[in-house]
């Protein structure tokens, strides 16, 4: 799967850059998943090449500064999310996604980052032990969230999950 990951992000690298000096604009984030997909279904449908066999979650932003999340799968289709999760549990945490994702939460940072981490905490066990978080913000880079924040944020997660839950056992007791 490394080797997956690693040859898709080169190969996404070079078209770019290759796109950028044809066309002299920045590729478009559906343009590069498009892309992607096609290369991806290509080696699924060629014999003697090995197929990938993953699928991936491409996050950017276009020139304009417009926000895309992409997922490819190896038989070369593509689909454009506002949230996703892919992998073990990813339907359980995709449910959660549809269920409680608003536009509202999405233009705030903290309040994306929360429903992010009570959608992981649906399917992981441990709490933040076993929770890894990415930020990406529009002009900046990548941000991968130490373990001190993660475990802070699942702290306060839970807390408000409680408190939810003790409103809800009251009113339900006042019926």
């Known amino acids: 799967a ?26 478009s984030m559906a343009y590069i998943a498009r892309h992607i997909a096609s290369v991806k279904q290509h080696f699924t449908q060629r014999p003697g090449l090995r197929p990938f066999g993953l699928s991936a979650l491409i996050v950017g932003f276009d020139y304009d500064g417009s926000a895309h999340l992409y997922q490819t799968d190896p038989s070369g289709t593509f689909h454009e999310w506002k949230a996703n999760a892919i992998g073990r549990n990813g339907k359980t945490v995709r449910e959660f996604l549809e269920k409680h994702y608003t536009d509202e939460i999405a233009a ?21 032990k076993n929770i890894e978080l990415a ?14 924040t993660v475990e802070k944020l699942v702290e306060e997660t839970e807390a408000e999950r409680d408190a939810e839950a003790e409103a809800k056992k009251k009113a339900a007791g006042k019926s």
């Not at 040859?7 to 796109?19: H, L």
């Not at 930020?135 to 001190?148: C, P, Q």
């Open 2 to 27: 490394v080797v997956s990951t690693q040859s898709t992000g080169n190969m996404a690298r070079v078209e770019c850059q290759s796109y950028r000096l044809t066309m002299e604009d920045p590729v």
């Open 108 to 128: 705030s940072d903290e309040a994306c980052i929360k429903l992010t981490v009570r959608a992981l905490l649906e399917v992981v066990q441990s709490g933040g």
């Open 135 to 148: 930020v990406m913000r529009r002009g900046k880079a990548l941000e991968i969230l130490d373990t001190k």
